[in-house]
């Protein structure tokens, strides 16, 4: 069997729910589907989820919201009247819905909101049910607290619990076609907690491993995953395949496609993922899987990401004194900040980390603990840093991937602020200035990919 | 004024002992010379500072050492005579010296040691006044007691204490020639107790610091001090100028010619290091000096050391666990251990660090905590790694500096495990396989210098 998730835009207006449909019934195997809340439909719109925000805000500031909470149910209600569905009874129930939820949370904020944020994509699935059944499918709505999804209580951040798994193995044996929510789960003491960023890929990777499915398919609004940000090199080249670490750490450095946090769930059951295009289902997509053939394919991608600062120290003699590093770690772990990589010197040490994380006079606190406390010579912050990383199975053991990636910056005049390379077997990371990260991108694009075609 | 040190190697012979007169003879300015123990005269000699230490091993043991006492007292006669000398009275003395330390300090072996090792510069030193007096110098043998070099008390690994360079000023006013016995200084309660290794180069830099010296001069056995080490490369590029922190960072990794901890008291004071052959004065040498003009020679100098291992850990979402590093840290810290670099990816770091240090049941105990503390999912020790560290003040501006390294390394066909740059100014660092350094670094020296000429 096959759980298919599909993603904002491909459930934003009666036109995308049709693809849905189509998809969903020109195979048998895609006994589940997860949909997300309607996205736009077109660039300035509003999504669902932003509205469902704009209400809790006011509830909180205690302003009027019943114009914005008839524009969510205009929303549904059109995509029920583009579909030629008689969905007034759903409406209604949608409507009671929500008040009960602004009743019952008013004068706890973060209820309120994981619980408004959630309706968007719990109303959208039983509307996509409904139109599947009218078509003449046996779809059944299933909440996630019927399916099992169990989460710890911390709104926002919800983490699935293992004891998840065993329940939803039972939708297996159910009949028909399970059109579940994501983005959300249930705390033990019944409350609605909605995951982390990209939420119904979370869901969807979630009951794809519960229930061992063949394939977890994620209906998104491109053909196939590409090897670079397509913002930054035009019509880059697409990807057949990709392992599941190769998509983690794209995920993490820059490529929005697939959550990193969202590959856990199948990348442990050893589940392959298709990413596919929701507006062209015929494309063959992109498989993320446990492993490819890397052997005329070394590097699979590249990613970029800004926003990094550099905090620099010297001292002399540093590398004699046994436990600074672990001292200057520990000055950071204090103001909660978390530090991506650590070069070093003989007499060095920079700390490589998210900027905004120094927000809020920690910059200031940090400076003067290390002073202090480590009797450094000299202490500096570097701003404007962005992270490229080269991504690629075929890595570890391939020579000239190094040399091909500090000729292409040489070549492009591009200094290197950073190198890290060795722990992990699949990345090779480089600093550079913000400035010049695309050029730098794109340097490094035309050195690894540009004699070769896009596949087909 | 010059600070003149000279090494064992300059110091050996009655022969060497002429060139030194000749080399101090030559230049007024030379006001202060440092010297060794004698070393080695050829290459299957043993040098004083290894008969010492038998003797000091033998009182330990309870054994006889009349004969190698005898040796050490024939070694310096063997001078003496040599240099037409009447010595027979310092040779008395000498003896009476010894015998005294084994008395003093028979049961307590780290004292003993000290001050047994000690000797072998400090005789030396009595003997080198004597010699420069008789061929009418006006020569005095100064200790460390007289001049001020006062340490701190932990035997074999003294260091200075502030408080020494406010005496040490003084001996700017002493008149004629001082002639100092590097390697040791005094404890506040009157022991000796000697520098860690390089020792006599750490006392030379000590008192040119002290005295505020025009320049310290550290004569040696070579010409110059090479880019990268004569046995991996036949007659390497020779190298005019050097800075402070290149020679540093080159003697950290594996340049045996100027030892890193001698050089930060010249260093702090600014005073240029001139590192000269006792056998050939006329060579220019090779200058230490604080700034160079590096346009033209971005890189400076490869070095390398082997010995190096690799510990490895990977866990999956490890980037999002603050204080997962400094908790791995820590355990080493426990354990005593100091670390060269940590490179990490996004579920993966590495610490690289001396594989001597994990001996005596250190690799399990640590291999246990970091799996029970830390919950990872793998950890794997990676034993053979070599460093190598090309280092120049021309780096951090240099584009294409890692361009010209990766792409030697690809060209000899070399894998490298891990490259850490960004930290150091004046450094990249490149770990490979420890059985292919040697050809990895002669695949860098092609690349940096093969096609320059020697300097004159």
Request: aromatic share 8%.
């Amino acid at each position: 069997m096959k759980v298919a998730k599909f993603g904002g835009s491909s459930v934003a207006s009666a036109e995308q729910f049709r693809k849905v449909a189509h998809i969903v019934q020109s195979d048998v195997e895609r006994r589940i589907v997860v949909v997300s809340a309607p996205g736009k439909r077109y660039k300035t719109d509003t999504k669902m989820t932003d509205l469902l925000i704009q209400i809790g805000e006011a509830v909180v500031r205690g302003e009027a919201y019943e114009h914005v909470l008839e524009a969510v149910i205009e929303r549904y209600a059109d995509i029920a009247r583009g579909l030629e569905l008689s969905a007034s009874k759903l409406m209604e129930q949608i409507k009671a819905d929500l008040r009960q939820k602004i009743e019952n949370y008013r004068h706890d904020r973060d209820r309120l909101m994981d619980a408004l944020k959630a309706s968007g994509e719990d109303n959208n699935a039983k509307l996509m049910a409904l139109y599947l059944q009218s078509i003449g499918l046996n779809a059944h709505y299933v909440s996630p607290l019927d399916a099992g999804i169990f989460v710890t209580d911390e709104p926002g951040n919800a983490q699935i619990l293992q004891e998840s798994y065993k329940k939803l193995q039972q939708l297996k044996h159910r009949s028909g076609v399970l059109v579940i929510p994501g983005f959300f789960g249930y705390s033990l003491t019944g409350h609605i907690v909605t995951f982390p960023r990209g939420g119904s890929d979370i869901t969807g990777s979630i009951v794809a491993a519960g229930v061992g499915a063949d394939v977890y398919e994620n209906f998104t609004d491109v053909d196939s995953i590409y090897c670079v940000n397509p913002s930054i090199v035009e019509n880059p080249r697409q990807l057949k395949e990709i392992t599941y670490r190769e998509m983690r750490e794209l995920s993490y450095s820059g490529f929005s496609v697939f959550h990193d946090e969202a590959l856990e769930p199948v990348y442990k059951a050893r589940i392959p993922v298709c990413v596919k295009n929701t507006n062209n289902p015929e494309a063959p997509g992109t498989w993320i899987v446990a492993h490819r053939d890397h052997r005329d394919e070394p590097v699979a991608g590249i990613a970029s990401d800004t926003g990094f600062c550099s905090i620099n120290v010297s001292k002399y003699l540093m590398n004699r004194e046994i436990g600074f590093g672990r001292k200057l770690l520990q000055i950071l772990e204090d103001e909660g900040i978390s530090y991506e990589h650590t070069p070093s010197g003989i007499d060095n040490m920079s700390v490589i980390l998210r900027a905004n994380q120094l927000e809020g006079g920690k910059e200031q606190r940090i400076i003067d603990r290390i002073q202090t406390e480590l009797q450094v010579d000299d202490i500096q912050i570097e701003y404007g840093l962005a992270l490229i990383m080269v991504v690629g199975e075929g890595m570890e053991r391939a020579v000239g991937v190094a040399a091909k990636a500090t000729a292409a910056f040489a070549k492009a005049n591009i200094n290197i602020e950073m190198i890290n390379q060795g722990s992990s077997e699949v990345s090779m990371m480089f600093g550079v200035k913000e400035n010049v990260v695309d050029q730098a991108v794109r340097a490094l694009y035309e050195a690894y990919f540009h004699s070769k075609q896009p596949l087909s």
